[in-house]
């Protein structure tokens, strides 16, 4: 196992002080004195070293006094760097009406800032000789950079620039032109894109009315036409403070760089409101719920089957990862038995979808020629009978743990895989320190425990049972619709917008010079 080693240096001139005093005022005194001297530094909160053979990505964990984490991974294998900044905040922060906003700020965020020119993130990086990009999902958003390791600073300096010194660059015409960009973008990947809908539309009738998972993270196009920039720029002053943020560092880097540069660029960055975790309520289906949708690029119809089940990281998230792979992956899987082996279905799939409020268990039939969804429906049944006489074996155990450890593995060759894997931990489970945890969980996995989970998720349980209809083939549906939502009981929670200021780091050297004393990029504004 890997040895965590706490920071005691400050612990020695306080015994020292306090000598002859008695154990109790000793301990009592050495606690306040450490957290005085403490107080507006940055504390090294833990330091995980390779000690053996055990899988571990070593790395040191400290948190500023702003309250952003800082992780950083030192491995001198190739020189380059990677930087990864994740925001807990995605989609799953957004309320009723405003959806959207933590993909729209995935581009703002690429617009300039204070000391960052119009469209010139990109350039910077390139010339930097690195490569960048910035992802967006239900629950975080994350930018990040890989370039060669004397280009860290700069690096640091464009990521710090965006966190502490956006907004003023953010003005109605650059959200006009993003706005324009993401409605776009959501025409081309979801709304003129054959089955584009299917997940939006399942969701939508998966969870309760308000639940920020029954929306996509790109949101809906009547959200992004109601708001304006002053919208947008409370969301960025609740969701984007260092105190929600982790900032990820490996490569050919020494940590006591690494701290004193995050420290110079980030630590003057005032802290933003306090984040408490999401709480929503769950998914809870009394009975099977059948809807349609006509989907006028689909040639061919489709029958979406989805079961609530549970949060990332919960204890059945290997054995349903395995049920999955059982189910419906591989042409030794269930469904390809059943379904497509014997010619009734032309493509069935299934797979175990989990986020970090709630999971869904999932399955995909594409019906052959001739065959309706109606039909696919009861033949999806009798594949899970099939299921339960055939059981799960050795074998299918087996294949299992050792696809997911290759996986696993495999993510980690690169210093970015590693990097991003520490950052994801982080920000989801506060514990960077899980990748040999997640491998023995995977690996603890029985076959019992993929039967046990299939009774209590899948065997008898109600699911949302998505028709998708090519244009004009609307006998091919599966049932009727028979559910439609329910806003009535739904209340709004409190965001915390209320009284939010745009507070600027007050810092005493210039931002608009790079570590050589060059200014970099000046606003054509």
Same mark, same amino acid.
């Given at each position: ?10 612990? %020695?001139?306080?015994? !020292? ?9 000793? #301990? /009592? ?13 940055? !504390? ?21 006094? +702003? ?6 991974? *030192?491995? &001198?294998?190739?020189?380059? @760097?990677? @930087? ?19 993909? /729209?700020?995935? &581009? ?6 204070? &000391? ?48 502490? /010194?956006? %907004? ?56 992004? +036409? ?20 982790? @900032? ?13 540069? #995050? ?30 949708? =006509? ?14 089940? #549970? ?8 054995? %349903? ?97 590693? @990097? ?16 040999? *945890? ?7 996995? =029985? ?18 049972? %998505? ?7 609307? $006998? ?7 559910? $439609? ?5 739904? =209340? ?10 745009? +507070? ?22």
């Amino acid at each position: 196992m890997a040895r965590p080693e706490r920071q005691e240096k400050l612990i %020695l001139p306080i015994l !020292k002080i306090i000598t002859f005093m008695k154990l109790r005022l000793v #301990v /009592f005194t050495a606690c306040l004195l450490m957290a005085s001297i403490a107080f507006g530094q940055t !504390k090294l909160v833990e330091k995980v070293t390779k000690t053996g053979s055990e899988l571990v990505i070593p790395y040191e964990k400290y948190v500023l006094p +702003n309250g952003l984490t800082l992780i950083i991974h *030192e491995d &001198h294998s190739d020189p380059i @760097v990677h @930087v990864d900044v994740t925001y807990h905040v995605g989609s799953a922060r957004e309320e009723i009406g405003k959806s959207g906003f933590a993909h /729209f700020f995935e &581009h703002m965020m690429f617009q300039g800032s204070d &000391h960052v020119a119009d469209e010139q993130h990109f350039k910077i990086v390139s010339d930097a000789g690195g490569t960048l990009n910035g992802t967006t999902n239900r629950d975080r958003t994350n930018y990040f950079e890989t370039v060669p390791s004397n280009q860290l600073e700069k690096m640091l300096w464009l990521e710090a620039d965006r966190m502490g /010194f956006l %907004l003023d660059a953010v003005t109605q015409k650059k959200f006009e032109i993003q706005r324009s960009t993401v409605k776009n973008e959501r025409g081309q990947n979801y709304d003129n894109r054959p089955y584009g809908l299917m997940f939006e539309t399942a969701s939508r009738n998966l969870y309760p009315y308000g639940h920020p998972y029954s929306w996509l993270t790109i949101g809906y196009v009547e959200d992004l +036409n109601r708001v304006d920039v002053n919208d947008l720029k409370n969301f960025f002053l609740r969701w984007y403070g260092p105190n929600n943020a982790t @900032v990820s560092v490996g490569g050919d880097v020494k940590p006591a760089d690494v701290v004193k540069l #995050v420290e110079k660029y980030f630590g003057s960055i005032p802290r933003g409101p306090e984040v408490n975790p999401v709480v929503v309520p769950p998914a809870v289906l009394k009975q099977d719920r059948y809807v349609s949708y =006509t989907d006028n690029y689909a040639r061919l119809p489709l029958l979406s089957i989805v079961f609530p089940t #549970v949060p990332n990281y919960h204890k059945d998230m290997g054995a %349903l990862a395995c049920l999955a792979q059982v189910l419906g992956q591989g042409r030794n899987s269930v469904m390809y038995q059943q379904l497509v082996k014997k010619q009734l279905a032309l493509q069935a799939s299934g797979f175990s979808s989990l986020s970090e409020l709630a999971g869904e268990f999932m399955f995909q039939i594409s019906p052959a020629p001739g065959k309706t969804l109606a039909t696919m429906d009861t033949l999806f049944r009798r594949a899970l009978d099939s299921f339960e006489v055939r059981g799960v074996t050795d074998e299918d155990v087996a294949k299992f743990k050792g696809g997911i450890e290759s996986q696993q593995i495999n993510g980690l060759q690169s210093v970015s895989g590693k @990097v991003s894997q520490l950052a994801s931990f982080q920000t989801f489970t506060g514990n960077p320190n899980k990748i040999a *945890e997640l491998i023995t969980m995977y690996q603890s996995v =029985t076959k019992e425990d993929v039967m046990r989970v299939y009774n209590e998720y899948i065997k008898g349980k109600s699911a949302v049972f %998505l028709s998708v209809l090519p244009k004009g083939q609307d $006998k091919m549906i599966a049932s009727a619709d028979n559910y $439609k939502i329910d806003s009535s009981q739904y =209340t709004a929670p409190e965001y915390g917008y209320a009284g939010l200021k745009y +507070n600027k780091a007050k810092d005493n050297f210039d931002r608009s010079q790079d570590r050589t004393g060059q200014h970099v990029c000046f606003h054509d504004e």
